[in-house]
């Protein structure tokens, strides 16, 4: 019998209330190394538990465990957790070089010169390495954070939105280096209220909504799911009774509500639905004025999730 | 480590407006002396009289309690209201240590302001004479810096409103309450300043209104600078990023 090694980062039974508000309710969780997303709308509970993960609050009920020790009141954790808070703030007046370097020493890092140096290699700031940062864009802000919080090279690094205010080319750059840390065995684990942001960066998910564990486990699987749920479509046309009556032959048209001026239409095929409509307006020989999903924000698809 | 820690607490503390504005208040009793020295040709009352009730109310009274409330609840304070304490809270440094770190920080921009004024006053008021009189608001200046910073630190962690309870503590505590009930002198930064100035000087007891010994007022300075420190700590290692941050 093989036994399971010990998680990097575990979550037992953990709330976190706040007098009568409810932040986080009873999660349960282990976390391998590897790239972990924290999923969910704004407001659901990620950066709490992201906090409770780094020390930084304890929880009401329930264990939180790091590298084998409790993360509240373990200051000396620290040098081997490293956290990127969602908070813009940042010593505007230090340079993001002053800053890593200044975050290797309080580390008490033998050489800091050297691992400041690096850290600022890896996030690219070198060019703007010695400009205070109070000039810094929100992008080149975020970057010098993560250079400060990777100064020690830790085992755990927890990320809450570190994507918010990059741009395009500088978020490919910074998913390409999380992903090295992972593969170097390191646990990272980053929040996100952005779908496709998970999708591109995680092996591991949570997804959290008001506060639960709506759904946890390999993301693809989750992703899954999300694709297969019902999807609603509303749509108008010059002719809907005629396009509705073509629609509901379809094998991925699962429903069409016809409401006076207005057309709801239920799949179960995202990509087939939306391949395939076109044929059917044709068949029908009417004209299509409007198709928009009508439950496509990430609460509905969260929603569904906790229904399952 | 330290040395990091030092240099992030001075180059935030010391910021332009905020050491302009306190260097400005701790040139008031400069003015007065001259004032007092070169305004009439009679000098009444006479300047052993003058001096020690003037650099009692103007330097110790509101001055210095003042610039340390200033730069005791900004020490650590700015940091956690501004969120910048994350970066120093997520660091394996020892609490006591980041505490004591910003009280002497506090401690010595106060005291590097506040100590060459009240110096400079003090001579200008007694024409260089009386020099333990002097000597004894200069000793006074420094100890009462580092008690103000201590407890003005602590209180930087536990509320955000730090600054508003500490004018109330230095202009309603410490300059009302003792002349009411005496109990209260124990626990007044501006008394143990008198005691110490006390024990220093030659000057008449009376002079110096000092409601405690000389002796009682350099303990009671320690312990609390010792338990300011102790509590600081203690705040600090159980501080949540919810609370404020």
Known sequence: ?308 | MTQALIMLTSRQLLGRRRVFFIVLLALLPVAVALIYRFGSDRLDPLPVEFAPGMLDALMLGAVLPLAALIFGTAALGAEIEDGTAVYLLTKPVDRWRIVLVKIGVASAATIAITLPTTIVASLIVLSGDQAALTLAFAFATVVGSIAYCGIFVALSIKTSRALLVGLGYVFVWEAILPALFAGTRWASVHQYMLGVADLISTAPRFALDADLSGVAAVVASIVVITLTTVVATKLLERFEIGQRL
Do not use: C
């Open chain 1, 1 to 308: 019998m093989t036994t399971q090694p010990e998680p990097a980062v575990r979550l037992l039974n953990v709330s976190r209330w706040y007098k009568d508000v409810v932040a986080v309710n009873d999660i349960s969780f282990d976390f391998q190394p590897g790239v972990t997303g924290v999923l969910g709308p704004n407001g659901a509970g990620k950066s709490t538990i992201l906090h409770m993960l780094a020390g930084f609050l304890r929880p009401s009920s329930g264990e939180v465990h790091v590298l084998g020790q409790p993360a509240w009141g373990s200051p000396a954790l620290f040098r081997r957790v490293g956290l990127v808070p969602e908070s813009e703030a940042v010593y505007s007046f230090l340079s993001a070089r002053e800053f890593a370097l200044a975050s290797a020493r309080l580390h008490g890092l033998p050489n800091p010169e050297a691992a400041a140096d690096i850290a600022i290699a890896h996030v690219e700031l070198q060019a703007d390495q010695d400009r205070p940062m109070r000039g810094y864009s929100k992008g080149m802000r975020q970057r010098a954070k993560i250079a400060a919080s990777l100064v020690h090279e830790p085992d755990v690094l927890i990320l809450d939105e570190p994507f918010n205010g990059t741009d395009p080319r500088q978020r490919l750059q910074l998913m390409e280096l999380l992903r090295r840390m992972a593969a170097e065995g390191r646990t990272i684990i980053f929040s996100s209220h952005i779908l496709e942001e998970v999708e591109r960066l995680a092996d591991e998910v949570l997804v959290i909504l008001a506060g639960r564990l709506a759904a946890s486990g390999d993301f693809h699987a989750i992703r899954r799911l999300m694709t297969d749920r019902p999807h609603t479509f509303n749509v108008r046309s010059t002719d809907d009774r005629r396009l509705a009556a073509l629609l509901i032959r379809r094998a991925d048209v699962s429903g069409v509500t016809l409401d006076g001026e207005r057309m709801e239409v239920r799949s179960t095929d995202f990509a087939a639905f939306t391949a395939g409509i076109a044929t059917a307006v044709r068949e029908s020989g009417t004209t299509l004025l409007e198709l928009s999903p009508s439950d496509e924000s990430l609460e509905s698809v969260f929603s569904y999730l906790v229904h399952q």
